[in-house]
């Protein structure tokens, strides 16, 4: 694994594990609080972002096909692939956010936001540079940007997500692993949850200039002081043959004749919110938008963008409500951009009496996001709207007291929705992380009452295994290795010891050994299984045959193996799978080599090595593993790694564990010391906090030996 790999895998030092000097402890410090800053910033945007497009999905739809024809892919207007991808990009935006928020699949999730911030920011570059739509939607109609804002906005944020992917376990996480999959399965069905809400009914928040309480005369008002944008027209006109072009100050005779004429924007100005609302009725064209907004009755607007589409199924709902209008004196108008042909076809359906003005179809999706959608008016002011699935009951007292309001009920109403999203989704989310957090508290008090040595010994010998395991190697005959085993089985039984004994032979000891040995006192092992379940591998014996001998265990991944036989983490990959398949425990060894240990690599050689093989296990498998780290440089040399260098490692390793798979499962493996282990030097190394035995080689081949290693542990 490369350097540049291992730095974004966010790889301890020897120096991180020692606690560092007090430089490093303020880089670490700084790029902490910088990927905190960063995460936070992303979070908050994407949560944001996605909620207000998920609460309007129908204004996603629209613009995610004004994107497809900008860039001529055939989508047709209100497709249902339009609305999915409404849905889905809006959960996408706001799972991400919250999973981001938590530091949930911290690296996965890191990424994911990362490369998707990469092609937004490009799509994002397309329409700075081409402008085929004047407003991206990412905050839905909640921010209006332009397409430079956008483009910038995106930069920074990308920029903050290629930090935060470069560094992911440095997020803070605010709940424990244990209670992610709450926060995780909770928010995919409240966000979805929430755009199948806002479909039904209406959106949940309404950021348009239509919304319950605006006035529609102020919303195409000009401020004072402000100038609207400036057009200029030029005319292409002809004459005998020549061509040329004219403004409207130099406009020529009759002798020339109009060819084409050409509107550009010269400046930019002021638009008003509302800037195209028209209503002209249909057959005779008269307009009534001055009248319908002047009036100081009240007035219901069935507002359908397309009659052709518009549900028909609550026509009976609709014609209670027109009756209603009718017998109060009250208008009741149709709106739409739909055809006479069209408005003729939903009066055969719905026996629809009340007369049709036509509008705008653009500004009639802005109105109401439903179609057909119900507005009360008076005095030009919006007092009330409805979905056609949401029809208001002319019979109920909520119905009558609106025609007390004149304003609207629009800020009770807003605030009633914010009370419910925090009811719903932020309460129950900041309950769970206060309850977690409480308990994590609790636990870190109770844990630092016990941080002295013994307690470290105690705890050690209660959460983890104690084990000496032999590797017998390509050493001894049948009849010597039987001999050696009866004459360790009878050692142990006389005299039981404090630890698991485990022998592991070649394959040719495994039967005749397990039937002169008692397994409860020592274990059986075996040296190796092959990576193949079962077929013509000549001379391989596959992890079934080993358990069919009586053997438990077995080792994989030795350095000789590696080095010798050149297997391959996939190789050894296979080996442990199909070990764990067959009930087998597994003995995984990992080192580095005197090379990698001269040039301060061996955190990332053994973190690549438990990658590369063993962290693709769930966490019942892995529980399975016992981890033997054995120095290359000292395997049969002579040469051991000091007690204080073999805790550093051994610690590196646990916390590793840790990242992968919780501290709970961590502090439950046993890792092995397996370096030139011999009865002199056992007992310092065992009484290191985080080294729970040894793998022994050639010390395990005399029971005198063997045993005085194992007398270590008392």
Same mark, same amino acid.
């Given at each position: 694994?490369?350097?540049?790999?291992?730095?974004?895998?966010n790889?301890?030092?020897?120096?991180?594990?020692a606690?560092?000097?007090?430089?490093?402890?303020?880089?670490?410090?700084?790029?902490?609080?910088?990927?905190?800053?960063?995460?936070?910033?992303?979070?908050?945007?994407f949560?944001?972002?996605?909620?207000?497009?998920?609460?309007?999905?129908?204004?996603?739809?629209?613009?995610?096909?004004?994107?497809?024809?900008?860039?001529?892919?055939?989508?047709?207007?209100?497709?249902?692939?339009?609305?999915?991808?409404?849905?889905?990009?809006?959960?996408?935006?706001?799972?991400?956010?919250?999973?981001?928020?938590?530091?949930?699949?911290?690296?996965?999730?890191?990424?994911?936001?990362?490369?998707?911030?990469?092609?937004?920011?490009?799509?994002?570059?397309?329409?700075?540079i081409?402008?085929?739509?004047?407003?991206?939607?990412?905050?839905g109609?909640?921010?209006?940007?332009? !397409?430079?804002?956008?483009?910038?906005?995106?930069?920074?944020?990308l920029?903050?997500?290629t930090?935060?992917?470069?560094?992911?376990?440095?997020?803070?996480?605010f709940?424990?692993?244990?209670?992610?999959?709450?926060?995780v399965?909770?928010?995919?069905?409240?966000?979805?949850?929430?755009?199948?809400?806002?479909?039904?009914?209406?959106?949940?928040?309404?950021?348009?200039?239509?919304?319950?309480?605006?006035?529609?005369?102020?919303?195409?008002?000009?401020?004072?002081?402000?100038?609207?944008?400036?057009?200029?027209?030029?005319?292409i006109?002809?004459?005998?043959?020549?061509?040329r072009?004219?403004?409207?100050?130099?406009?020529?005779?009759?002798?020339w004749?109009?060819i084409d004429?050409?509107?550009?924007?010269?400046?930019?100005?002021?638009?008003?919110?509302?800037?195209?609302?028209s209503?002209?009725?249909?057959?005779?064209?008269?307009?009534?938008?001055?009248d319908?907004?002047?009036?100081?009755?009240?007035?219901?607007?069935?507002?359908?963008?397309?009659?052709?589409?518009?549900?028909?199924?609550?026509?009976?709902?609709?014609?209670?409500?027109?009756?209603?209008?009718?017998s109060?004196?009250?208008?009741?108008?149709?709106?739409?951009?739909?055809?006479?042909?069209?408005?003729?076809?939903?009066?055969?359906?719905?026996?629809? +009496?009340?007369?049709?003005g036509?509008?705008?179809?653009?500004?009639?999706?802005?109105?109401?996001?439903?179609?057909?959608?119900?507005?009360?008016?008076?005095?030009g002011?919006?007092?009330?709207?409805?979905?056609?699935?949401?029809?208001?009951?002319?019979?109920?007292?909520?119905?009558?007291?609106?025609?007390?309001?004149?304003?609207?009920n629009?800020?009770?109403?807003?605030?009633?929705?914010?009370?419910?999203?925090?009811?719903?989704?932020?309460?129950?989310?900041?309950?769970?992380?206060?309850?977690?957090?409480?308990?994590?508290?609790?636990?870190?008090?109770?844990?630092?009452?016990?941080?002295?040595?013994?307690?470290?010994?105690?705890?050690?010998?209660?959460?983890?295994?104690?084990?000496v395991?032999? !590797?017998?190697?390509?050493?001894?005959?049948?009849?010597?290795?039987?001999?050696?085993?009866?004459?360790?089985?009878?050692?142990?039984?006389?005299?039981?010891?404090?630890?698991?004994?485990?022998?592991?032979?070649?394959?040719?000891h495994?039967?005749?050994?397990?039937?002169?040995?008692?397994?409860?006192?020592?274990a059986?092992?075996?040296?190796?299984?092959?990576?193949? +379940?079962?077929?013509?591998?000549?001379?391989?014996?596959?992890?079934?045959?080993?358990?069919?001998?009586?053997?438990?265990?077995v080792?994989?991944?030795?350095?000789?193996?590696?080095?010798?036989?050149?297997?391959?983490?996939?190789?050894?990959?296979?080996?442990?799978?199909?070990?764990?398949?067959?009930?087998?425990?597994?003995?995984?060894?990992?080192?580095?080599?005197? +090379?990698?240990?001269?040039?301060?690599?061996q955190?990332?050689?053994?973190?690549?090595?438990?990658?590369?093989?063993?962290?693709?296990?769930?966490?019942?498998?892995?529980?399975?593993?016992?981890?033997?780290?054995?120095?290359?440089?000292?395997?049969?040399?002579g040469?051991?790694?000091?007690?204080?260098?073999?805790?550093?490692?051994?610690?590196?390793?646990?916390?590793?564990?840790?990242?992968?798979?919780?501290?709970?499962?961590?502090?439950?493996?046993?890792?092995?010391?397996?370096?030139?282990?011999?009865?002199?030097?056992?007992?310092?190394?065992?009484?290191?906090?985080?080294?729970?035995g040894?793998?022994?080689?050639?010390?395990?081949?005399?029971?005198?030996?063997?045993?005085?290693?194992?007398?270590?542990?008392?």
């Amino acid at each position: 694994m490369s350097e540049g790999m291992n730095k974004g895998r966010n790889v301890t030092t020897v120096e991180d594990v020692a606690g560092g000097g007090n430089t490093g402890r303020a880089v670490r410090f700084a790029q902490h609080a910088i990927v905190n800053v960063c995460r936070l910033a992303v979070a908050v945007t994407f949560i944001f972002s996605g909620f207000v497009k998920a609460i309007d999905p129908l204004g996603t739809q629209y613009k995610i096909e004004d994107y497809a024809v900008a860039a001529g892919i055939p989508l047709q207007s209100g497709s249902w692939i339009a609305l999915g991808l409404s849905v889905a990009l809006s959960a996408a935006e706001f799972c991400l956010g919250v999973l981001l928020l938590f530091a949930i699949h911290r690296r996965l999730v890191s990424r994911i936001t990362a490369a998707f911030m990469g092609v937004m920011t490009l799509i994002t570059l397309w329409l700075w540079i081409a402008e085929p739509v004047k407003d991206c939607g990412c905050f839905g109609d909640a921010i209006h940007l332009s !397409n430079a804002q956008t483009l910038l906005k995106n930069i920074v944020l990308l920029t903050c997500a290629t930090v935060v992917a470069w560094r992911p376990l440095q997020m803070v996480r605010f709940i424990s692993r244990s209670n992610q999959w709450i926060v995780v399965n909770y928010t995919i069905l409240f966000i979805i949850g929430v755009s199948i809400y806002c479909l039904y009914t209406l959106p949940l928040f309404d950021f348009r200039p239509y919304h319950v309480g605006a006035d529609i005369r102020q919303g195409m008002e000009m401020p004072p002081g402000e100038k609207g944008p400036e057009f200029e027209t030029t005319f292409i006109m002809e004459k005998n043959g020549e061509r040329r072009e004219f403004s409207i100050d130099n406009y020529p005779d009759s002798t020339w004749a109009f060819i084409d004429s050409k509107t550009v924007q010269v400046s930019e100005g002021y638009v008003p919110p509302i800037h195209d609302f028209s209503v002209v009725m249909q057959g005779d064209g008269t307009d009534i938008t001055e009248d319908l907004l002047a009036d100081n009755g009240y007035t219901f607007l069935l507002v359908s963008p397309q009659l052709e589409t518009a549900d028909d199924t609550n026509f009976g709902d609709i014609d209670r409500l027109y009756e209603y209008a009718f017998s109060n004196g009250m208008k009741f108008i149709g709106l739409t951009a739909s055809s006479d042909k069209a408005i003729s076809r939903w009066r055969d359906i719905t026996g629809a +009496e009340y007369d049709f003005g036509i509008a705008d179809g653009t500004t009639l999706k802005t109105m109401i996001r439903s179609n057909p959608g119900l507005l009360l008016l008076k005095g030009g002011r919006v007092i009330g709207k409805w979905s056609h699935n949401d029809l208001p009951d002319p019979t109920e007292q909520d119905f009558a007291e609106l025609f007390g309001n004149g304003s609207g009920n629009g800020d009770f109403d807003t605030a009633k929705k914010v009370m419910k999203v925090v009811m719903w989704f932020v309460i129950p989310l900041f309950i769970l992380t206060l309850a977690d957090r409480l308990w994590a508290w609790s636990s870190m008090i109770r844990n630092r009452r016990k941080t002295n040595r013994l307690y470290k010994l105690l705890k050690k010998k209660k959460m983890r295994k104690k084990i000496v395991a032999g !590797n017998w190697k390509m050493n001894l005959n049948l009849q010597e290795g039987v001999a050696l085993a009866k004459e360790l089985n009878e050692a142990l039984k006389a005299e039981k010891p404090n630890c698991d004994v485990i022998i592991c032979t070649p394959f040719i000891h495994l039967a005749s050994v397990a039937q002169e040995i008692d397994q409860n006192i020592l274990a059986l092992g075996a040296e190796n299984c092959a990576d193949k +379940e079962k077929g013509a591998y000549t001379g391989e014996v596959s992890a079934e045959m080993v358990k069919s001998t009586g053997a438990q265990y077995v080792i994989i991944g030795h350095s000789e193996r590696r080095g010798y036989y050149a297997e391959t983490p996939e190789i050894l990959k296979e080996k442990v799978m199909l070990a764990l398949k067959n009930n087998l425990k597994v003995i995984f060894c990992i080192g580095e080599s005197l +090379e990698e240990r001269e040039a301060n690599r061996q955190n990332e050689v053994v973190k690549a090595e438990l990658e590369g093989s063993v962290f693709n296990l769930t966490e019942e498998d892995f529980r399975k593993i016992i981890i033997a780290y054995e120095p290359i440089w000292a395997i049969g040399t002579g040469k051991t790694a000091t007690a204080e260098q073999a805790e550093e490692i051994h610690a590196y390793i646990r916390s590793i564990v840790a990242e992968r798979y919780g501290k709970t499962v961590a502090d439950d493996t046993s890792i092995l010391y397996g370096g030139s282990c011999k009865a002199s030097n056992a007992p310092e190394l065992f009484a290191k906090p985080d080294i729970d035995g040894g793998l022994i080689g050639g010390a395990a081949l005399k029971a005198a030996d063997f045993k005085g290693i194992i007398d270590a542990w008392k």
